[in-house]
């Protein structure tokens, strides 16, 4: 049963601080990882994909990779109020177009 | 370009009825997926599309659930006589190689 856990929150942190969201997987020979940010009555929106051990940023995003330690992170700088949301880890154990493994997501909530 | 999209954006039905909902994939993006998502919950995954074919079906949670895909593209999911536990928010997704996009998703309320 492959797997992806997450702590589900809520994890608070005032604006403009950092916001470190985290996320373990069970198969150890998953290929890609992906952070989604899902508002309330919306869909998820796709925010990184890392591949690679290692750290990978996009603006105030920073996704870091341990595949030894079958370990995903998001971390978020300068958060806002507008990053409040259910951020979700997916994994795909595979590689190419194959389904990905969501974890329950991280409620994060970001206190003006 | 265009994002996924999916019909109707909400969907109420008595129980016992059958419901279709739609989803138009990212034009040139070969794989679909079908994910379900109830109130509070993580994402389950339903069934996924390579072309027209399904390499994975695994996920359909009965019989009554069924889907398919035509000339590569437009993708039908169908419940047949639905029961209270279908109420939830159905996800469509599409990718090219490994990354995938969601639709905005249908509500189905099942009365």
């Known amino acids: 049963q492959k797997e992806v856990e997450q702590n589900s929150g809520p994890l608070s942190v005032p604006e403009g601080a950092i916001a470190s969201l985290n996320c373990t997987y069970s198969?150890?020979?998953?290929?890609?990882f992906f952070w989604y940010r899902q508002y309330s009555g919306k869909s998820p929106e796709l925010i990184m994909s890392?591949?690679?051990?290692g750290d990978k940023e996009d603006g105030r995003f920073t996704a870091q990779l341990n595949k030894a330690s079958q370990y995903v992170s998001l971390l978020i700088r300068d958060s806002q109020p507008s990053d409040s949301a259910t951020y979700l880890c997916a994994v795909n154990p595979l590689r190419g177009n194959t389904p990905l493994v969501f974890g329950k997501g991280t409620r994060l909530s970001v206190i003006a | 370009g265009a994002g996924v999209s999916q019909s109707p954006s909400n969907k109420v039905t008595e129980k016992g009825k059958d419901v279709e909902l739609r989803c138009d994939p990212i034009s040139g993006h070969t794989a679909l997926y079908w994910y379900r998502q109830s109130l509070g919950q993580g994402l389950e995954f339903l069934i996924y599309?390579?072309?027209?074919?399904?390499?994975?079906k695994s996920g359909l949670p009965s019989d009554r659930f069924s889907a398919e895909r035509t000339g590569g593209s437009v993708s039908t999911l169908t419940i047949q006589r639905t029961q209270q536990e279908d109420s939830a928010v159905y996800l469509c997704?599409?990718?090219?190689?490994?990354?995938?996009?969601f639709g905005p998703g249908t509500r189905l309320t099942v009365l």
């Open positions: 198969d150890r020979g998953s290929q890609s």
């Open positions: 997704a599409s990718s090219s190689i490994d990354t995938q996009y």
């Open positions: 890392i591949y690679s051990n």
């Open positions: 599309f390579q072309g027209n074919s399904a390499p994975d």
